[in-house]
Structure formats: C-alpha cells, structure tokens
C-alpha cells in the first residue's frame, strides 16, 4: 500500500461543492484560509493579487445578477481573486519609474500568483471542514463585476471562490490516466485514443447525470474564438494596450 499523509489525503478527496446548507463560516476560519492563501509561492514575492471577500447577500446577489450560478447566491463567502498591479503602480511611482504594466506577461504573473493563492485558501478552507468551487466565469462579464467591488486601474477579476458547508458531497472526479499528463524528462504528445478513453472514463463517472462529453465541452470552449469581455476589461484597466 503507497504511504499517505493528511495533507496528500485532503488533496485526493478534493471535490468541487457547488450546494451549500446555510452555516456561516467562523470568522477565525475565515481568517485562517485568507493567511493560508496569503503563505503561498509569489512571483518575486510581488503578491500581485488581492482577495475581495462577499459576504453580504446583497453583493452576493449583485454578482449573482451578472454570472447566475447558484453557487455564488448560496455559499456562506464568496472570494473574489482578483489580479492586482494597482500596489505595484505606487511603487513605481514612489521610485519615480516608468509604469508599464501593459502585456501577457503581466498578465501571466498576477493570473498565476493567484491561482496559487486561491488553491492555498480551498485546500485551507477544506482542511476546516468546508468545501467550495472556483468560479472562473465571473471573467465573462469582467467589467460589470469590476464595478460591483469598485476594482480600480491595474486590477481584474480573475475567479472567485465560493465557500461553506456542502450540502451534498459529489464523489471524487477521476483525472486523465498520470502517463496522459506527467511526462519523464520530455513532452510525449497524445493521441485521439487518450481523449476517447477519458471520454469514456468521464460518461462512467457521470452515471445517471446528463453531462456533455468531455471532449465536446473541450470544443464548446476551444473550437470558436474566445470571448472578448475579459480581454476588453483587461485594456479599460490599463493591462492591455488597445
Ligand atoms: C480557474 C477555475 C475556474 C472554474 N470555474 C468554474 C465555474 O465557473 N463554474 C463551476 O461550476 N466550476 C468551475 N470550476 C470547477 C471545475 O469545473 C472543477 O474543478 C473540475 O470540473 C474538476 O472537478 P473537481 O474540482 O470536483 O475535482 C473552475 C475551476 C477552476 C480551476
């Protein structure tokens, strides 16, 4: 049997919970999952995000309005990740330089800087005994969530995460087979038959539910172009040039 520990055992049993009873989070717990976000790796120690904390149902119906997943309405705190170059404007300009946020790479460093975060603070929250699910589609209607948390020059909303007690627990999901996705040494390109047999491994997975197969979600997001909203925010905030 392979050696395990608690914190490889919490990462195993992840799963996304999307239904929430209506337990509030403790206020000590919530302010554990933040330092624990806060503890992650970040590039050059920049720390070039913030976290936006909803918890008010108005603000959480503000935002339910723009992106409806239930998820958003119901959860006991809604954190919003949002990418942040604002902090680094002023120290720019306390050093009298030349701010030039403008370009992929910035975008890359705040985007990453908070995926890191955001997983540190699930994993926490999980850890407590709460569960919750990344909301990445709050980015297709970028700029009307920037107005509703009032998010200045330089920043943009990237996921949110909506926490609380589950409801109901979904079983674990399987992933793609490690030899599909971790490679020895170089990158071994993959096959139809890969996609196929996860096709299979997913419908297996669904059961009774009615899931588009995975390989057609993958179309859905990938098989026309992209929507322009982010990108869009991205140039009213300063971090695209137009
Ligand atoms: C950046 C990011 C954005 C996501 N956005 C959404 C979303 O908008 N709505 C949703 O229901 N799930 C969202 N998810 C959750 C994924 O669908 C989920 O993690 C994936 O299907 C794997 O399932 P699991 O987390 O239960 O293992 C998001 C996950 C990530 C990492």
Redesign the pocket.
Known sequence: MTETNETIDLMMN???V?NFTEEAIEPKDLEKILKAAQMASTWKNFQSYSVIVVESQAQKDAIYEFQP?K?IKNCAAYLVFVGDLNRAQKAVELDQGNFQPQGIESLLITSVDA?TAGQNALLAAESLGYNG?????IRDQSSEISKVLNLPDYTYPI?GIALGKAARL?K??PRLPLEATAFKEKYVEQTSETIEKYDQVQEEYAGNRRLNKWSERIVDQWGQPEISASTENLKAKKLLFN
């Open positions: 992840h799963t996304s999307r997943q998820s995926a699910v990344m909301v990445g589609l996921f979904n674990v999901k």
